[in-house]
T-cell receptor, first 115, second 111 residues
Framework: DAGVTQSPTHLIKTRGQQVTLRCSPK?????VSWYQQALGQGPQFIFQ???????QRGNFPDRFSGHQFPNYSSELNVNALLLGDSALYLC??????????????FGPGTRLTVT | GDSVTQMEGPVTLSEEAFLTINCTYT??????LFWYVQYPGEGLQLLLK?????DKGSNKGFEATYRKETTSFHLEKGSVQVSDSAVYFCALYSSASKIIFGSGTRLSIRP
């Protein structure tokens, strides 16, 4: 049973560019959350997707957007990249059918470097 | 809003030493509390959890007790090993349905 997978593993972009990160949830999971982990910091919640809609959002600008597909996979898009967007981006998935809502599984992350 | 404050690192100990990493929280209501571990080059793994006051979470020799009166969830291990070297994050599941993490504590164990 594959866990949460993310692609790519590493990415280097230039300021002002746009980037798309991808996440496939663990089998049987239908809810995906994205987190940003800056170097030396704890992960910060960006947003959560369920039934192809954004359900919760953290304190991130509109440059950060997402999408969820019918197969529950998800994309994180960041426009007009800033140096400060350099971070490890983590995807976490869970099942809405499990009442224990904190039971989330994290992927290995995508390391984004903005130069 | 909800927040987690944990002991700053890095923490360096000798093998078989006793470990404590302090964690306190601020939250509305009674959140579930967690410790996550991040080994070098790997993703976050849930180490242990406690869902109500006085619960003790335990795993791999690590323990933490949910103390409502002091709003704390300190991580302890009686005898650390080199393989325990990692970054440890204290976290809570907030009323807004998201996980809030502390800033992490890097632990290094000397042989």
């Amino acid at each position: 049973d594959a866990g949460v997978t993310q692609s790519p593993t590493h990415l280097i972009k230039t300021r002002g560019q746009q980037v798309t990160l991808r996440c496939s949830p663990k089998s049987g999971h239908d809810t995906v959350s994205w987190y940003q982990q800056a170097l030396g910091q704890g992960p910060q919640f960006i947003f959560q997707y369920y039934e192809e809609e954004e359900r919760q959002r953290g304190n991130f600008p509109d440059r950060f957007s997402g999408h969820q597909f019918p197969n529950y996979s998800s994309e994180l898009n960041v426009n007009a990249l800033l140096l400060g967007d350099s971070a490890l981006y983590l995807c976490a998935s869970r099942s809405s059918r499990i009442l224990v809502a904190y039971e989330q599984y994290f992927g290995p992350g995508t390391r984004l470097t903005v130069t | 809003g909800d927040s987690v404050t944990q002991m700053e690192g890095p923490v360096t100990l000798s093998e078989e030493a006793f470990l404590t990493i302090n964690c306190t929280y601020t939250a509305t209501g009674y959140p579930s509390l967690f410790w996550y571990v991040q080994y070098p080059g790997e993703g976050l793994q849930l180490l242990l959890k406690a869902t109500k006051a006085d619960d003790k979470g335990s795993n791999k020799g690590f323990e933490a007790t949910y103390r409502k009166e002091t709003t704390s969830f300190h991580l302890e291990k009686g005898s650390v090993q080199v393989s325990d070297s990692a970054v440890y994050f204290c976290a809570l599941y907030s009323s807004a349905s998201k996980i809030i993490f502390g800033s992490g504590t890097r632990l290094s164990i000397r042989p």
